[in-house]
């Protein structure tokens, strides 16, 4: 403590032999480390022998008695412990001072004298450092750190004012960029305003005008259909006429015989007799019958004989009469997987739900779910015609094959006729107790067959406008039907899960494929009529052979439902409307040769699992149905965003 400077410390050093305790009062213990003074102690004889008197029981009573018992003193009047702070000595605080300023060699060579001169035994004067010189540096170092904290703070102050500024900039900055664009807001307002007006004034002419043009595009497409009629009927009637004058020829050889003879006598010049020269003297004169032949099939005219029960009755051909003239043709396959996105036409308000093409124009048919049904141009998409009469969504649309008509199912329980030439409805079937889903006409066109959810499907007859037949076997909606090519067998698709092939005189099921593990959407058969291709809810396409009653392939297109199919005029192309917006293409050809797999030994032809080839991306939103040409040149496919895209 000494060399701290604390001047406790002296260099007097205490003998063993002296007492500290028998030091002169007053005086500081000699050898003592401690400056302190002490005071003598006087010395208690505990050693004395003399043993105190004997007190009696009674006088010790008595001196507790008149002993007085001083009460406890309050904690308010116990003495208080104090602190008394020590003066600091000179050399402690040129110490602090030098370690504050970080003089440290100053401080080193400081420390290094003292040490030197203590060891040296040299005395050294312990100062004390004076109160008021402890408090102004106390005060100065609280000065300088208020002086700090002041300095901090105008800091920060300037920087607030600063960032203040800014703000104060950027809000008048922002106001007057908000007063702007309100005032263009307003602006533009005005001249939407002035527009719309503009636009509504225009609206009347723009509907007169489109209704003009609908009704010139429809004038000038009856005017090629009624062409086209007539020139069929001219030359059916130029045939009629050569095929009488032929017959004619044939019945009077005497006429002939007589004709050269009087021009072989008249010196080779001849007369023209007219009608009267080919018959005999006294005969009466008939005229030449003109009979105008059907432009439909060959087997029209047995189609139409008339059946019992019903005067305009008609009658299926004959199996025997059919003949399949695509059966022996080989056509290449439709590069449908190289289609690209050619036209985009928005047709219909709602989703258009089906597709039908013209067996022999540019000419395609939409119907949708805003109950109409329309036909229009291509590739320009023109419009040519808009049928209205459903009183509910149309669900399938079908051309006759002459062409003169076509057929509309819908979700009002009917099936309507519509004829295009005299722009109307013909004939109106209300023989279903539910919603119609699809429907086909026969190719001799004598009879339409229609799906419904009533799970039957049905046969009508054209000419008489009556059911002829009823097809009933599923358990579930029927979701779609089709003739065969050139047969009087159909296929329907339905929600038990199954396609089912029946006889179209009997109505009785000629077979039933099974494979399928949901509700059956679509089936197509190709031009051959020897396959057929179905797909379901769940995305899955199978194709069946008839002639051996196999399933020839699977294809595994999930987990988007498949809506509607269509095969190529090879037959080997298939293309899918999927629930994902595309359209999914796949070949069926398994070899380089571009033949489809050859028959095993016991005739079937072996399940294949085939993988897609390509895909038609453009619609944003499910597609409903895929056509493709028969040429093979395009594509046409239907969607719910209510657009059909042509693609070539």
Same mark, same amino acid.
């Given at each position: ?135 102004? @540096?106390? *005060? ?6 208020? &002086?700090? =904290?002041?300095? %901090?703070?105008?800091?920060?102050? /300037?920087? $607030? ?73 001219? @030359?059916? *009637? ?6 009488? &004058?032929? =017959?004619?020829? %044939?019945?009077?050889?005497?006429? /002939?015989? $007589? ?96 597709? $039908? ?292």
């Amino acid at each position: 403590l000494g060399e701290l400077g604390y001047g406790l410390v002296s260099d007097r050093r205490m003998d063993p032999t002296e007492n500290p305790l028998s030091a002169p009062p007053g005086l500081p213990v000699e050898d003592s480390d401690d400056d302190s003074i002490y005071e003598e102690v006087e010395d208690i004889d505990f050693g004395s022998d003399t043993e105190p008197q004997d007190e009696g029981l009674e006088e010790a009573i008595q001196s507790l008695k008149t002993t007085a018992i001083e009460p406890p003193q309050p904690v308010s009047q116990l003495p208080q412990p104090q602190v008394q702070q020590r003066p600091s000595v000179t050399s402690d605080y040129i110490r602090n001072y030098l370690i504050r300023s970080g003089f440290e060699k100053t401080l080193d060579c400081f420390q290094t004298e003292i040490y030197e001169r203590k060891s040296r035994g040299e005395s050294m004067a312990e100062d004390t450092v004076p109160d008021g010189y402890l408090e102004n @540096q106390q *005060l100065q170092d609280r000065i300088r750190h208020l &002086e700090d =904290e002041l300095e %901090r703070s105008r800091k920060i102050a /300037t920087k $607030a004012s600063s960032t203040w500024d800014k703000f104060r900039k950027e809000r008048d900055f922002h106001k007057m960029h908000h007063k702007r664009v309100v005032q263009e807001k307003n602006k533009l307002i005005k001249d939407m305003k002035r527009l719309t007006e503009h636009i509504n004034s225009y609206e009347p002419a723009l509907k007169e005008t489109q209704r003009r043009y609908e009704s010139a595009m429809k004038e000038k497409m009856l005017v090629k259909l009624e062409r086209d009629r007539l020139s069929s009927k001219v @030359q059916a *009637l130029e045939e009629t006429l050569q095929q009488i &004058e032929g =017959e004619g020829d %044939r019945r009077s050889p005497t006429r /002939t015989t $007589a004709t050269r003879r009087l021009g072989a006598a008249s010196g080779g010049k001849t007369r023209t007799l007219g009608t009267t020269a080919g018959r005999t003297q006294g005969e009466p004169r008939q005229s030449p019958t003109r009979r105008q032949p059907s432009p439909g099939p060959r087997h029209n005219a047995t189609s139409r004989s008339r059946g019992p029960g019903h005067d305009r009755d008609s009658l299926l051909p004959d199996a025997a009469s059919l003949q399949n003239p695509f059966a022996s043709l080989v056509f290449d396959p439709t590069p449908a997987a190289s289609f690209s996105l050619s036209k985009t036409f928005r047709g219909h308000e709602s989703a258009i739900s089906g597709l $039908a093409l013209h067996p022999s124009k540019s000419i395609v048919a939409t119907c949708s779910d805003d109950s109409k049904w329309r036909l229009w141009a291509l590739p320009a998409g023109e419009l040519i015609m808009c049928g209205e009469g459903h009183r509910s969504w149309v669900s399938d649309i079908a051309f006759h094959p002459r062409a003169q008509h076509l057929a509309t199912t819908s979700g009002d329980n009917t099936v309507k006729i519509w004829n295009i030439l005299a722009a109307q409805c013909s004939t109106t079937f209300t023989d279903h107790t539910g919603a119609v889903w699809a429907c086909g006409f026969h190719d001799a066109g004598d009879f339409l067959v229609s799906a419904s959810m009533d799970h039957t499907a049905k046969l009508f007859d054209i000419h008489s406008e009556r059911c002829r037949q009823t097809f009933r076997g599923h358990v579930d909606s029927v979701n779609d039907v089709t003739f065969l090519p050139y047969s009087n067998l159909l296929v329907t698709a339905s929600a038990d899960k199954t396609i089912s092939l029946w006889d179209g005189q009997s109505a009785h099921c000629v077979q039933t494929f099974f494979g399928h593990t949901n509700a059956c959407n679509k089936v197509a058969v190709n031009l051959k009529g020897d396959t057929i291709a179905a797909t379901d809810a769940d995305g899955t396409v199978r194709v069946w052979d008839i002639r051996t009653i196999s399933e020839r392939a699977k294809i595994e297109l999930g987990p988007h439902a498949a809506n509607g199919i269509c095969i190529d005029r090879s037959g080997s192309v298939l293309a899918v409307a999927s629930d994902d917006g595309t359209v999914k293409i796949i070949n069926l050809e398994q070899s380089q040769s571009g033949l489809l797999p050859e028959l095993s030994a016991t005739g079937d032809l072996p399940s294949t699992s085939l993988q897609l080839q390509g895909e038609l991306r453009g619609h944003s939103d499910t597609v409903n149905a895929v056509l493709m040409d028969r040429g093979g040149k395009f594509a046409v496919t239907a969607s719910s965003d209510c657009t059909f895209r042509l693609w070539s």
